[in-house]
Antibody, heavy 123, light 110 residues
Framework: QLQLQESGPGLVKPSETLSLTCTVS??????????WGWTRQPPGKGLEWIAT???????YYSPSLESRVTISVDTSKNQFSLKLRSVTAADTAVYYC???????????????WGQGVLVTVSS | QSALTQPASVSGSPGQSITISCTGT?????????VSWYQQHPGKAPKLMIY???GRPSGISNRFSGSKSGNTASLIISGLQAEDEADYYC??????????FGGGTKLTVL
C-alpha cells in the first residue's frame, strides 16, 4: 500500500533553510488526482497546514508561510520536497508529509501520512 | 489565518456518544463540503477518520460519523471505547486552495 517517509536534518540553525524530502512508495507520485502536502505540529500544539502540490506543477501555500516556503515534486525520484527559509525557533515542529486526493482540484484531506520528523531550530 | 474553533476537551463514559464541534466561516466550513476529521494518539501521526463532511475511509469504524450545519461541522463518536481516547482535529478547505485546521480537541474516556 502507499507509504510516505520524511527525511532531512533534525537540527537547523536560525536564519538558515529547512529542507525536507518525502519519499513515496507503493504508488506513482504522478498518479492523476493525487496531491502531495506538508503539515507541521509544534511540540504540544495543534496541526498547521503548510503547502500542497500536484505533479503537474500546481502549488498551494499557507498565506502565513507563503513568503518563506517552496514545495516541489520530483517525478523521477517519486519524491516531493519542502524548503522553509529564514527559520526561527517558532518553526521547531514535527513535519509530516501526506497524500491528498481530489477529482475537483480542491485538495483538502490527507491520507495516509508519514510518521513525521522532528526538526529543531537552534544554534 | 485563524484556526477553526474546537472545544479544548470533551469526555464521555464507555458506551456513550459524544460530539465534537468545529466552527468556521462561510469561507471554509460553511462554503464547501470539504470538512475532514483526524484522530491523533500521542506520538503518532494523524489518522483520517472522516472526509468530505461525512465520508468514512475504508477500515474506519461506523461508530464515527460526521455532519455539518451552516458554519459548524460535527464529529460524532458513538459507543465510546477506551481506544477512542485521543486528540481530534477538524480541517476544512478554504478558498482558494488552502487548508485550515482546528485547534484540536482532547477526548477523555472516563
Amino acid at each position: 500500500q502507499l507509504q510516505l517517509q520524511e527525511s532531512g536534518p533534525g537540527l537547523v540553525k536560525p536564519s538558515e533553510t529547512l529542507s525536507l524530502t518525502c519519499t513515496v512508495s507503493g504508488a506513482s507520485i504522478s498518479t492523476t488526482n493525487y496531491f502531495w502536502g506538508w503539515t507541521r505540529q509544534p511540540p504540544g500544539k495543534g496541526l498547521e497546514w503548510i503547502a500542497t502540490a500536484y505533479h503537474g506543477g500546481s502549488t498551494y501555500y499557507s498565506p502565513s508561510l507563503e513568503s518563506r516556503v517552496t514545495i516541489s515534486v520530483d517525478t523521477s525520484k517519486n519524491q516531493f520536497s519542502l524548503k522553509l527559509r529564514s527559520v526561527t525557533a517558532a518553526d521547531t515542529a514535527v513535519y509530516y508529509c501526506a497524500k491528498s486526493l481530489s477529482t475537483t482540484f480542491h485538495p483538502n484531506w490527507f491520507d495516509p501520512w508519514g510518521q513525521g520528523v522532528l526538526v529543531t531550530v537552534s544554534s | 489565518q485563524s484556526a477553526l474553533t474546537q472545544p479544548a476537551s470533551v469526555s464521555g463514559s464507555p458506551g456513550q456518544s459524544i460530539t465534537i464541534s468545529c466552527t468556521g466561516t462561510s469561507s471554509d466550513v460553511g462554503g464547501y463540503n470539504y470538512v475532514s476529521w483526524y484522530q491523533q494518539h500521542p506520538g503518532k501521526a494523524p489518522k483520517l477518520m472522516i472526509y468530505d463532511v461525512s465520508g468514512r475511509p475504508s477500515g474506519i469504524s461506523n461508530r464515527f460519523s460526521g455532519s455539518k450545519s451552516g458554519n459548524t461541522a460535527s464529529l460524532i463518536i458513538s459507543g465510546l471505547q477506551a481506544e477512542d481516547e485521543a486528540d481530534y482535529y477538524c480541517s476544512s478547505y478554504r478558498r482558494t486552495n488552502t487548508v485550515i485546521f482546528g485547534g484540536g480537541t482532547k477526548l477523555t474516556v472516563l
